[in-house]
């Protein structure tokens, strides 16, 4: 990203951009670090708050999530020396790291692609309501601030900043484990991270006034595609499926939003054959432990793949497998949008999903 | 190591046909098998079995005087059948022994963190 930017054209909502696209990284690296989300999630903000005051002046860094890393990590150790129970918490992660997570850490690639996936299955633990699963997932890997979730859920910033302490609060309290499940427990838990990554997804495409939300599920189908190559569902139908329906996303919606900047910086929609190249697919295959990925539960589109319309949601009051009781808005249903998008309907793309009652919780 | 309460949820009247005898020895036999378990795990500190909730009392203290009353202190249909305390690693450890507590006991098994275990 932006190697050749030039440094005058970085504004803030560039360094937005860039910093959302890559804070997700930087949070899981340092919850693999400290063990503790808030400290993770504070200290990359505060990477965002110099981020903001450097970068537009001295131009983007060459490794821009490294630099969110080392710095972020500076800080959570600042603040940690200035505790107390820091302090003995930082003797226990320096014990505990491993060399080459230390001081070089973020140097080079600078991450560990595995926090990403270890913090994926925590975020969408089935311990956690399927509303939590996406808020956590959309705050912590997505960069979203609580304010972009609170839109996405139509709820007050508010309401969200107090469901998301819960759930941090859960997490700790409760001990949801921040690791990648053993392969024998990856049939259950791939299909509430498979509803999350669905979900998202569609709360960003019927959010035309967030493009940041359209793209997001994109990316942790990708990320998810590069960590779990063996699952079928992740590694070949997500990716189609998200992309299928998110490139010829038209671009003549109404701004209903406050973020027009943002918008500008949106992705360049891509061609449905590049898409389409990511997904090569066959429908209804089976995993490596037998079974229908989530996907295929909730919507088939890979038997239609020249469909260019948006994804059917689950009908109003259905049960959805993984999807809960999805609130108002972001599964897109009865949701009171002034301006959406074209009136014209746009083709269903797959059959109406089968409800079934999820098989955890 | 954090503690965890796997509470055995009852409901009250719930109609339900008779365990036959064999189908009695059946259970009890795996919620002894489930307790050997635990304990040949290290994982098991407490179990039982409790009364129905008519057996209940309840104390408390109201305007300074101590007050017995007959009853469960929460009415409701639900009520608590009995329990595990247990050691696990973290919530999916604990997990793991509530699917198998389930699956001995027949009801549903809510998994609690003890606030004393947190770190």
Same mark, same amino acid.
């Given at each position: 990203?932006?190697?050749?930017?030039?440094?005058?054209?970085?504004?803030?909502?560039? @360094?937005?951009?860039?910093?959302?696209?890559?804070?997700?990284?930087?949070?899981?690296?340092?919850?693999? @670090?400290?063990?503790?989300?808030?400290?993770?999630?504070?200290?990359?903000?505060?990477?965002?708050?110099?981020?903001?005051?450097?970068?537009?002046?001295?131009?983007?860094?060459?490794?821009?999530?490294?630099?969110?890393?080392?710095?972020?990590?500076? /800080?959570?150790?600042?603040?940690?020396? /200035?505790? !107390?129970? &820091?302090?003995?918490?930082?003797?226990?992660?320096?014990? %505990?790291?491993?060399?080459?997570?230390?001081?070089?850490?973020?140097?080079?690639?600078?991450?560990?692609?595995?926090?990403?996936?270890?913090?994926?299955?925590?975020? =969408?633990?089935?311990?956690?309501?399927?509303?939590?699963? @996406?808020?956590?997932?959309?705050?912590?890997?997505?960069?979203?601030?609580?304010?972009?979730? $609170?839109?996405?859920?139509?709820? $007050?910033? $508010?309401?969200?900043?107090?469901?998301?302490?819960?759930?941090?609060?859960?997490?700790?309290?409760?001990?949801?484990?921040?690791?990648?499940?053993?392969?024998?427990?990856?049939?259950?838990?791939?299909?509430?991270?498979?509803? @999350?990554?669905?979900?998202?997804?569609?709360?960003?495409?019927?959010?035309?006034?967030?493009?940041?939300? =359209?793209?997001?599920?994109?990316?942790?189908?990708?990320? %998810?595609?590069?960590?779990?190559?063996?699952?079928?569902?992740?590694?070949?139908?997500?990716?189609?499926?998200?992309?299928?329906?998110?490139?010829?996303?038209?671009?003549?919606?109404?701004?209903?939003?406050?973020?027009?900047?943002?918008?500008?910086?949106?992705?360049?929609?891509?061609?449905?054959?590049?898409?389409?190249?990511?997904?090569?697919?066959?429908?209804?295959?089976?995993?490596?432990?037998?079974?229908?990925?989530?996907?295929?539960?909730?919507?088939?589109?890979? /038997?239609?793949?020249?469909?260019?319309?948006?994804?059917?949601?689950?009908?109003?009051?259905?049960?959805?497998? &993984?999807? &809960?009781?999805?609130?108002?808005?972001?599964?897109?249903?009865? /949701?009171?949008?002034?301006?959406?998008?074209?009136?014209?309907?746009?083709? !269903?793309?797959?059959?109406?999903?089968?409800?079934?009652?999820?098989?955890?919780? | 190591?954090?503690?965890?309460? *796997?509470?055995?949820?009852?409901?009250?009247?719930?109609?339900?046909?008779?365990?036959?005898?064999?189908?009695?020895?059946?259970?009890?036999?795996?919620?002894? +098998? +489930?307790?050997?378990?635990?304990?040949?795990?290290?994982?098991? +500190?407490?179990?039982?079995?409790?009364?129905?909730?008519?057996?209940?009392?309840?104390?408390?203290?109201? #305007?300074?005087?101590?007050?017995?009353? #007959?009853?469960?202190?929460?009415?409701?249909?639900?009520? *608590?059948?009995?329990?595990?305390?247990?050691?696990?690693? #973290?919530?999916?450890?604990? *997990?793991?022994?509530?699917?198998?507590?389930?699956?001995?006991?027949?009801?549903?098994?809510?998994?609690?963190?003890?606030?004393?275990?947190?770190?």
């Amino acid at each position: 990203v932006g190697d050749g930017d030039d440094p005058a054209t970085l504004d803030r909502a560039e @360094v937005g951009r860039i910093f959302g696209a890559e804070s997700g990284r930087s949070v899981a690296t340092l919850i693999g @670090v400290f063990g503790d989300i808030d400290l993770a999630e504070d200290a990359v903000q505060e990477a965002f708050a110099v981020a903001l005051g450097r970068w537009p002046a001295d131009g983007l860094p060459p490794n821009p999530g490294g630099w969110i890393t080392t710095t972020a990590r500076n /800080r959570a150790i600042d603040r940690l020396r /200035r505790e !107390s129970r &820091g302090r003995e918490l930082l003797s226990e992660v320096a014990a %505990l790291s491993p060399g080459d997570r230390e001081p070089g850490m973020a140097e080079g690639t600078g991450t560990v692609p595995d926090d990403r996936l270890r913090l994926i299955f925590t975020c =969408c633990h089935p311990a956690l309501s399927t509303q939590t699963q @996406v808020a956590l997932t959309l705050r912590l890997l997505g960069g979203l601030s609580t304010i972009q979730v $609170a839109g996405a859920f139509l709820v $007050a910033e $508010a309401t969200m900043a107090r469901r998301l302490v819960r759930a941090k609060h859960k997490i700790k309290a409760a001990r949801i484990p921040y690791r990648v499940p053993a392969d024998h427990q990856l049939p259950g838990r791939m299909r509430p991270v498979l509803a @999350v990554v669905y979900l998202v997804y569609t709360a960003g495409l019927t959010d035309p006034a967030d493009p940041g939300l =359209c793209a997001e599920p994109v990316r942790l189908a990708r990320i %998810l595609a590069t960590l779990l190559p063996d699952e079928p569902e992740v590694g070949r139908s997500l990716p189609c499926t998200t992309s299928c329906s998110w490139s010829p996303r038209p671009r003549s919606w109404p701004s209903t939003g406050p973020s027009p900047s943002a918008r500008s910086t949106a992705p360049p929609p891509r061609s449905l054959g590049e898409d389409r190249a990511e997904g090569r697919g066959d429908v209804g295959e089976r995993g490596p432990h037998g079974q229908h990925g989530g996907d295929q539960l909730l919507l088939r589109p890979r /038997r239609r793949p020249g469909c260019r319309g948006r994804a059917t949601p689950v009908a109003p009051g259905r049960a959805h497998p &993984g999807a &809960g009781v999805p609130e108002r808005g972001l599964a897109g249903q009865g /949701r009171p949008r002034t301006a959406r998008p074209p009136a014209t309907p746009r083709p !269903s793309c797959g059959s109406t999903p089968t409800a079934r009652p999820p098989t955890w919780g | 190591m954090p503690q965890y309460l *796997l509470s055995v949820h009852s409901v009250e009247g719930e109609a339900r046909d008779p365990m036959t005898d064999e189908e009695m020895q059946q259970s009890w036999k795996q919620i002894q +098998l +489930l307790n050997e378990e635990l304990k040949a795990a290290g994982a098991w +500190l407490f179990s039982g079995r409790l009364h129905d909730p008519d057996t209940a009392t309840v104390v408390r203290v109201s #305007d300074g005087e101590v007050l017995t009353t #007959d009853g469960p202190f929460v009415e409701a249909r639900e009520h *608590l059948g009995g329990f595990y305390i247990i050691e696990a690693a #973290d919530l999916d450890a604990a *997990l793991v022994w509530a699917s198998k507590a389930t699956a001995a006991v027949g009801k549903p098994i809510e998994v609690w963190p003890f606030a004393a275990t947190e770190a």
